[in-house]
């Protein structure tokens, strides 16, 4: 039984569905490493309070997020799109900012928190959002019906090309 679950959840993740949903995870493990370190640093390094060190992590670690999730989660190429990708984008990001930012407000009010205690805060509020993002994402926002095979190599094509353009 627990061989067919196995066996079940490896040919789903094969599918085209499956890998997208593998690069999500891995897009936003990088963004919650570098947000969260960001956030942290923010808190120690520059002595910032918890809320204005999560606004400035927040802030900053969208742009790569917008970015990997375009070009290699979904697999986008050619021309950003401002109403119907990045305005959208944007919107999801400020409802993660929105809810993370109270979080954090409200820990930091009710308690004196360890900074790392700031960054559990921050992680929670952002993994709340996180399952609604992947569907609106994919369901909505970055909808294609002709993926590439080679996302990197998309990625790349599309910054040669852009570049080739501005000159």
């Known amino acids: 039984m627990t061989d067919s679950i196995a066996g079940s ?37 520059l ?11 927040v802030s900053v670690s969208a742009g790569p997020a917008y970015l990997l999730s375009r070009y290699w989660v979904w697999q986008k190429r050619g021309k950003n799109h401002f109403w119907r990708e990045v305005v959208p984008f944007w919107t999801l990001a400020l409802l993660g900012f929105g809810l ?9 009010r009710q308690w004196d928190p360890h900074p790392l205690v700031i960054n559990l805060t921050n992680l929670t509020a952002f993994g709340v959002v996180w399952v609604a993002k992947f569907v609106i994402l994919d369901r909505v926002l970055f909808t294609q019906d002709d993926p590439t095979d080679e996302p990197l190599g998309a990625f790349v094509d599309e910054l040669v090309h852009r570049r080739s353009e501005d000159e």
């Open 100 to 108: 993370s930012t109270l979080a954090v407000w409200y820990v930091a």
């Open 9 to 45: 959840w490896l040919t789903r993740l094969r599918t085209r569905h499956g890998s997208k949903l593998i690069r999500f995870g891995a897009v936003s493990a990088f963004n919650v490493v570098f947000g969260q370190a960001l956030l942290f640093g923010a808190q120690t390094v």
């Open 47 to 57: 002595d910032w309070s918890p809320v204005a060190s999560n606004v400035f992590a």
